[in-house]
């Protein structure tokens, strides 16, 4: 059986050991800023509104950039995920601009005990060496893609985000979509 979407699991980081399950500030994805896998999974799958906090006016205005790291987590039994690629697609408002990277750490087994990712202290902190792919907006015939190379069963690869808002009042909804696409062996 091939790897499927079911055997994709998108999960949160955590800066503790791997497995963990997300501390429980105000909003769980705050604290992912890189360090390991979480064992809690993206609360809406590929739906990322969920994963940065609302934008205040004051952000906004400041035009604050903001960061997160999640994990691809390839769960299948026996098959890794070959040529993975991830997208980002953005709604069609102009109220932030939005990028992905690949971090710069080689996949490892989802409970490896060293680093996983880059770690931030803050979410405002950038990390080093990302490149970013700007998010394109819906509907956009084909948006620059993420190389992620190769996860076998039972490893995990770690992606950044970075968000960007455009200035004006605050805001509380700003729906982006992350797409991974990847082939497999039957």
């Excluded at 429980?24 to 360090?35: C, N």
């Excluded at 953005?90 to 490892?108: C, F, M, N, Q």
């Excluded at 950038?126 to 039972?154: K, M, N, R, Y």
Aim: net charge negative; aromatic share 4%.
């Amino acid at each position: 059986m091939p790897v499927e979407a079911k055997d994709v699991k998108i999960k949160l980081s955590v800066k503790t050991k791997a497995g963990d399950p997300q501390p429980k500030p105000t909003d769980p994805a705050d604290g992912s800023l890189g360090g390991f896998v979480s064992a809690t999974e993206l609360d809406g799958a590929t739906k990322l509104n969920n994963l940065f906090d609302d934008i205040s006016g004051k952000e906004n205005k400041d035009k604050t950039i903001d960061y997160r790291c999640v994990f691809v987590h390839n769960t299948h039994a026996s098959l890794p995920m070959k040529l993975i690629t991830a997208r980002v697609i953005k709604d069609s408002s102009d109220t932030t601009k939005v990028w992905v990277g690949a971090d710069p750490t080689a996949a490892s087994e989802a409970g490896a005990a060293n680093k996983q990712a880059l770690e931030i202290a803050t979410e405002t902190d950038e990390p080093a060496g990302v490149t970013w792919v700007e998010a394109q907006p819906t509907g956009t015939a084909s948006p620059d893609t993420v190389d992620l190379g190769e996860i076998a069963a039972g490893q995990v690869k770690a992606i950044w985000f970075k968000r960007e808002p455009q200035g004006g009042p605050a805001v509380d909804n700003d729906e982006i979509t992350l797409e991974v696409e990847w082939d497999t062996g039957a």
